[in-house]
C-alpha cells in the first residue's frame, strides 16, 4: 500500500530552496530600490517646491519636484504655477518617492497623489519645463513621458506656453544671481575667494566668516561677489557682521 511522506517543516525548506535556486534571477532595477515616505502637504512654495509633514514621524522637510522646474515667484506665471500645484495638492496626504536630497536637505521626489504623478501633472498643465539638466534621476519611461507632456502642452499652448517667449527659470535666475538650487551654483575654482551670501527676504547679507553665512536658506539666497555688490542691491549687513 502506497504510503504518504511526512512533509516536515526541514523537508518545506529543503523543497524551497530547490526552486529558488532553479529560478531566474535578474538584478533590481533603481526605481525599485527608490525609498519613498507618506506626507501631508503643509505648504506649497512655489511651481515645483512643496513642503510636507510626514504621517509616520512628524518630521518637515522640502520636496522638490524631481526632473521638472517651474517659473520663479518673481516672473510671468511663477504665481499660475504655485497655484495649480497647490489645487492639486495642498492639504493632502501624497506618496514621496525619492533617490536623493540636496546638500541643504531638500528632498528632490516624484510626488504621487493617488497614484498619480504630479510632477507630470504640472507638465501636461503647461505650468513647468521638462528640466533636461536632471536626466539622471528618471528612468528612461519617466524621460520620454515627461519630455512628451510638454512638448503637447507647448503644441496646446497651454500654461505658461501661451506667452510668445517664456524665460526658463534657471536663465531667470542667472541673469539675476539667485540661488534657489544648490546644482545651480557655481563651484568655485581652488582658492577662489567665498561669496558674500544674502537672504532676499530679510534683505540682510552676510560675508564670509559671520555667523549665519552657511544658514541662509537655499530658497531665499542670493550671492554676490562682495558686500559693495550687495549693498548696491538694496542689502544691508546682518547685525554683528560688517564687511
Known sequence: MFRMRQFTPLRALTLA???LACAPTRALTQDELTPFFDARVVGVLDGNTISVSNTS????????LRGIDAPEMQQPRGA?????LARLVAGKVVRVEFKTTDRMGTVEGRVALDGDDVNLAQLAAGMAWFRTAYYNELSDDQKKLYRDAEAEARAARRGLWQDDAPAPPWE???A???VEDP????QP???????VNADRRSRLYYAPGCAGYDRVP???RARFKSAAEAERAGYKPAPGCQP
Open 17 to 19: 530552496a530547490l526552486v
Open 57 to 64: 514621524t512628524g518630521q518637515q522637510v522640502y520636496v522638490r
Open 80 to 84: 499660475d504655477a504655485r497655484q495649480n
Open 172 to 174: 531667470y535666475r542667472a
Open 176 to 178: 539675476k544671481k539667485i
Open 183 to 186: 546644482r545651480d551654483i557655481p
Open 189 to 195: 575654482a581652488a582658492g577662489a575667494a567665498k561669496s
Open 218 to 220: 537655499a530658497r531665499s
